[in-house]
């Protein structure tokens, strides 16, 4: 059955356009008009005439005609955007016809092998010369290996030659691969989409580009890793640098360099090919990141409507612009483009997906309902969105639906360990905690990596008030992934609520050490500094603590802690 869903594209059902004859018969003629443009004029005419003059003779230009009319019903029905590449067996199907055309007008021009030889040459002349003549150079291919090229010296110059570039499917990684196999001194590339696991030690069964660069960096070392983007926020206990082209890990000596250091010909200018569009596109949200980790928003915004612009109505590109949008905190911007998104491809669920994500955020539950059911209509990897769907079941505390959900999820995808650690939450709200228990087991099981499995399990635990059990969790954890800065927040957490306040102390600092934005650790250590009697810098703590976390009741909280501690100093 995975045979034959494979090679009849069962996962692309979805790109299959309604029947409609008024429509379909528009796009076939449309079809009509870009095989003419692509054979040539003259091309076209020995076809027409092949076929009107020779069917009567030979039953094999029937085929031919069949070839031809079945990829047209092929472009009206099958909805992507790079349909014009499809149409080359039909180009072929028009060669055939033409050199029947060419028989026939030659039979009725006589049998003289030299009249015969010229009429020939004179079709073969007309065919020839105005295709000919419309080649020009392609920009948008010097383009392709400039950006190639491009990243390329990125990482040798932030890894050393000795490097290797970790993607996760990322559009550039195609020239890259190009440059790599085929130019002297390639770097070698590892796509988590098409490349061997055993590379990277026989990591399989998991589509998680972080326990892959966790991998790579076992093997490697994480200063010969170059990442292509777009990335987590953070990897293996630091926050991921544009240098040039590619992501690094650490901050390599003398800085990171701007992507606009490099010349890039062709970018921007009148793109043919689909994909040539998308690698345009995809250059500019990589610039529109750079902008955004510097803090510039008017730069971002620029380089994303010329992404947008590019690309032209790609879906994938404008979501891809609304995550940048998100990232950079501009969520207004990030909630247009999504909705552009849908517009611009109503069918693909991703887009809905994305969209039901952000109403989510902001609290729009039951729109989000709709978008995600939306979202899993021709779905081929459904499993994600029926975890965002029970999660916004859950967030409703609709227990039953949120569960149907999960269980849903882990029937299609055993490995996603996301359905098991929402299902053990759900369970846990339902007061089924024995199952809850059980549900975080089996993610650990699934991916003994993910800290999150550690975090929600030890959370569990503590709430059940087995202070000890959390710790061998947390520990367990720990073993795995040491500079885990939520683990290690969670150990103090866990020290505190034991009262053993020094061990608290010490934990928390350490988490605070390895990520410095953590606002539950920050107030946790306010509260461990109070309760040992440090004032002064439980009072430094609190008032950093208020300084970043939102309006709200732990705030509260902490603003009243923080007067009482400074009435007290007075």
């Not at 790079?82 to 021009?109: K, N, Q, V, Y």
């Amino acid at each position: 059955s995975g045979f034959l869903s494979h090679i009849t594209a069962q996962g692309y059902r979805w790109r299959l356009r309604q029947f409609a004859l008024l429509a379909r018969s528009s796009d076939s003629i449309e079809f009509m008009g870009v095989i003419a443009r692509q054979a040539g004029l003259p091309l076209a005419i020995l076809a027409v005439a092949g076929l009107v003059m020779g069917v009567w003779k030979k039953r094999i230009i029937l085929a031919f005609a069949a070839l031809v009319a079945l990829f047209g019903i092929h472009y009206a029905m099958y909805n992507i955007p790079d349909i014009d590449s499809h149409i080359f067996p039909a180009l072929i199907g028009m060669g055939a016809l033409a050199g029947f055309g060419i028989e026939r007008i030659a039979r009725l021009a006589g049998r003289s092998f030299r009249r015969g030889a010229m009429l020939v040459s004179i079709c073969a002349f007309l065919i020839l010369v105005p295709n000919l003549a419309r080649i020009r150079p392609r920009a948008d291919e010097w383009f392709a290996i400039d950006y190639a090229h491009a990243i390329q010296e990125s990482a040798r110059k932030a890894c050393g030659d000795s490097c290797i570039v970790i993607t996760g499917g990322h559009l550039s990684s195609f020239p890259l691969f190009y440059a790599s196999l085929v130019e002297e001194g390639g770097l070698p590339v590892f796509d988590l989409t098409a490349s061997d696991p055993s590379v990277l030690g026989g990591l399989k069964g998991t589509a998680n580009i972080e326990a892959f660069i966790a991998e790579a960096a076992k093997v490697y070392g994480r200063s010969r890793l170059a990442l292509l983007g777009p990335l987590p926020p953070r990897l293996l206990g630091s926050t991921p640098r544009i240098f040039g082209m590619v992501y690094v890990l650490d901050d390599p000596p003398g800085g990171c360099p701007s992507p606009l250091d490099f010349e890039m010909r062709g970018v921007g200018e009148d793109l043919r090919e689909y994909s040539s569009r998308l690698l345009s596109g995809s250059y500019y949200l990589h610039i529109a990141r750079w902008h955004a980790l510097a803090g510039d928003t008017a730069g971002v915004r620029a380089s994303v409507e010329q992404s947008l612009s590019a690309a032209r109505d790609d879906v994938a590109t404008h979501i891809n612009a609304a995550r940048i949008y998100l990232d950079a905190g501009m969520g207004q911007a990030a909630y247009l483009v999504a909705l552009k998104a849908v517009e611009v491809d109503p069918e693909f669920f991703e887009a809905h997906d994305f969209l039901a994500n952000l109403l989510t955020a902001t609290g729009r539950i039951d729109e989000a309902i709709a978008r995600y059911k939306l979202a899993l209509n021709g779905n081929p990897a459904p499993a994600a969105v029926h975890v965002n769907l029970a999660n916004a079941y859950s967030m409703k505390s609709d227990h039953t639906r949120a569960l149907e959900h999960y269980r849903k999820a882990i029937d299609l995808d055993r490995l996603l360990v996301n359905a098991h650690i929402g299902m053990g939450l759900t369970l846990e709200a339902s007061g089924k905690y024995d199952e809850a228990l059980s549900s975080f087991r089996t993610a650990a099981s699934v991916d003994s990596t993910s800290e999150i499995v550690y975090h929600a399990h030890a959370a569990l635990l503590l709430r059940q008030g087995d202070a000890a059990g959390a710790m061998v969790i947390l520990r367990r954890g720990l073993s795995v992934r040491p500079e885990a800065a939520n683990l290690i927040s969670d150990l103090g957490l866990t020290f505190l609520r034991q009262d053993r306040l020094d061990s608290a102390i010490v934990y928390l600092e350490r988490s605070l050490t390895v990520d410095p934005s953590q606002l539950t650790a920050r107030g946790n250590l306010a509260v461990a500094l109070e309760r040992s009697g440090l004032n002064a810098r439980a009072i430094e703590e609190y008032r950093a603590y208020i300084s970043l976390a939102p309006p709200g009741r732990l705030r509260d909280r902490a603003e009243e802690a923080l007067r009482m501690l400074e009435q007290e100093s007075d």
